[in-house]
């Protein structure tokens, strides 16, 4: 089950970020999303029929046209019948009156808030696709990045359950750090001779993978929510191949021989 479903999970927060984080520099709140029915059975109709017949809508109901409208967005045909359009309050009267027209509203605008990225995707604490899959138990991430501030409470073992038998790995922090959440680390950098975080990335990246549930996560405030890391059962073998600046090809390329020695399902990294 579950490892192709969390690699899904883990591109679409990707793509997720960086689409919020594009519209978020967006400020116009006249865009709408028009909602709408093809007369009869719109499930037979064709993409080029569909986008003609939205674009009529806009262009003095000149049914068949195809006329590129400016105040067009976006045309819609999967995720639901109809457009995002630039409208004034006229235009929307006007539209309003046309056969097929359901329903327009304006755009929401969407905060970036990580503590609820796994409610926007949909996944739910209690039940359904997060449940069925164990919320990733029993798998191995590894994470080679910049180490990882073991006392916080993304790290917490709190509910997991022992590493499988399989695992092979070392805890090159002092014996009592690593728990059942973090079951190894390791450190490749030069000089450095310990797996802790000094910069934060490595926490940052080893929490959106695999972080434990925090309740009540918030920043002076905002964004309050159940924080949890799109595996939230996996275990965690930290790899820290970073300093500040850099991460060097070398130890990553070891980092990595090592993990699959060491037993590690999936491998995550983030550098470029
Ligand atoms: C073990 O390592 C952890 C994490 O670095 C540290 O907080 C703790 O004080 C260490 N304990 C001992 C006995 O050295
Ligand atoms: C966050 O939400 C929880 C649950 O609703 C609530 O108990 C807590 O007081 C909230 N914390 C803040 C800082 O708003």
């Known amino acids: 089950m579950g490892l192709a479903s969390i690699v899904i999970a883990c591109i679409f927060l990707l793509i997720l970020h960086s689409t919020l984080s594009f519209s978020n520099e967006e400020s116009d709140s006249e865009i709408y999303i028009v909602h709408l029915e093809f007369p009869d059975d719109g499930v037979s109709a064709s993409s080029e029929e569909l986008e003609s017949w939205y674009h009529s809508f806009l262009s003095g109901c000149k049914a068949g046209s195809s006329d590129r409208d400016p105040r067009m967005v976006y045309t819609y045909k999967n995720v639901l ?3 995002a359009a630039r409208l004034s309050p006229d235009d929307l009267k006007v539209i309003q009156e046309y056969g097929g027209f359901v329903h ?5 605008k969407l905060a970036l808030h990580t503590t609820h990225s796994p409610g926007f995707l949909g996944l739910h604490q209690d039940f359904g696709f997060w449940k069925d899959s164990n919320y990733g138990e029993g798998v191995i991430i590894g994470v080679i990045d910049g180490g990882i501030d073991i006392g916080h409470p993304s790290f917490s073992d709190e509910g997991m359950s022992p590493p499988p038998a399989k695992w092979k790995g070392k805890c090159e922090f002092n014996y009592t750090a690593c728990n059942n959440k973090v079951i190894g680390a390791r450190t490749f950098t030069m000089g450095t001779g310990t797996p802790i975080d000094k910069y934060g990335h490595g926490s940052h990246t080893a929490s ?13 405030g905002q964004g309050n929510g ?3 890391g799109v595996a939230p059962r996996a275990h965690l073998a930290i790899c820290k191949v970073c300093s500040a600046v850099a991460c060097s090809e070398s130890d990553v390329l070891k980092a990595m021989d090592i993990a699959i020695d060491d037993g590690v399902d999936v ?3 983030s550098m470029e």
Not at 104 to 108: D, G, I, Y
Not at 208 to 220: D, Q, S
């Open 81 to 83: 019948q109809g457009f």
């Open 104 to 108: 327009a509203r304006p755009q929401r």
């Open 208 to 220: 959106t993978v695999a972080g434990n549930f925090v309740p009540g996560a918030n920043f002076f």
């Open 226 to 228: 159940t924080a949890a």
């Open 267 to 269: 491998i995550s990294l």
